[in-house]
């Protein structure tokens, strides 16, 4: 069982996509198979993720099951994932709604059926690796990866104006999640400068970061505006949300 707790965050972030992936060569009139194929994939991530809950170190107030690879080391860029106290729960709640939101939409999604659940659990998985990436760098790649399956629900399954606010989707937060990537690399790269090591998007080598200055042009300021407003975006706050 070593393997596999090894890479247990692994295979829950991956096997909704993979699942989906799979349910992609299930013929198109087998409707009522395709959406219990679905829901049992999303009720499996459901029970995998489950095995965080149990195995977790309450006492420890560090990453758990943390995974690393190498990706593109010159930059400080690592696959690594883990998760806290926080990220736990909001695994859990994920992959808890997903079955749910699925039997939401069971009687009420009648064409493209396959598209629209391949879509919905490929976002899980980018909504998964949002919460368990531990590089800054992995964090925007899942919180853009995010946006690709939002774009189709919202453009094909959405409203009256859903081609309208799909691209309207789009475009705000392709705007905020670039000022976000700079952020991210100046944070890295002052790192770099303050350790005297090499580059690292590591988020516990990020918080090591101090940044001088005060008041509202400063780097920390502007930092924090660029954050803000790539998360407002997407959530969305006022007055961002139309």
């Known amino acids: 069982m070593d393997w596999f707790n090894a890479h247990l965050i692994s295979w829950i972030t991956f096997l909704p996509l993979a699942w989906a ?16 194929y679905t829901l049992a994939g999303s009720v499996l991530t459901f029970l995998l993720s489950l095995f ?4 977790f170190d309450s006492v420890n107030a560090g990453f758990q099951f943390a995974e ?14 883990g998760i806290d106290g926080i990220s ?12 749910l939101v ?24 980018a909504m998964l690796g949002a919460f368990v990436a531990t590089d800054a760098f992995l964090f925007y790649v899942f919180w853009e990866a995010m946006l690709v399956p ?10 009256k104006d859903r081609i309208y606010a799909a691209t309207k989707l789009f475009l705000y937060t ?25 580059y690292s998007l590591y988020l516990l080598d990020l918080y090591s970061v101090r940044l001088g200055g005060e008041g509202y ?26």
Not at 52 to 55: C, D, S
Not at 183 to 191: R, S, T, V
Request: charged share 10%; glycine share 8%.
């Open 21 to 36: 992936l799979g349910g992609l060569f299930i013929p198109e009139r087998r409707s009522d198979l395709i959406r219990q």
């Open 52 to 55: 965080l809950l149990t195995g």
């Open 68 to 81: 690393t690879c190498a990706w593109v080391p010159s930059l400080g860029i690592h696959y690594r994932v």
């Open 88 to 99: 736990l729960w909001l695994v859990l709640l994920t992959t808890f709604l997903t079955p």
């Open 102 to 125: 699925l039997l939401s939409s069971w009687f009420s999604v009648h064409e493209k059926e396959k598209a629209y659940y391949s879509l919905l659990l490929a976002l899980e998985t």
């Open 150 to 159: 939002m774009y189709f629900l919202v453009g094909i399954w959405g409203g």
């Open 174 to 198: 392709v705007v905020g999640s670039l000022l976000m990537l700079v952020a991210i690399f100046y944070l890295g790269y002052q790192y770099h400068l303050q350790s005297g090591a090499g």
């Open 217 to 242: 042009l400063s780097a920390q300021s502007i930092l924090f505006l660029a954050f803000a407003l790539a998360f407002s975006i997407k959530v969305p706050l006022f007055p961002l949300h139309t």
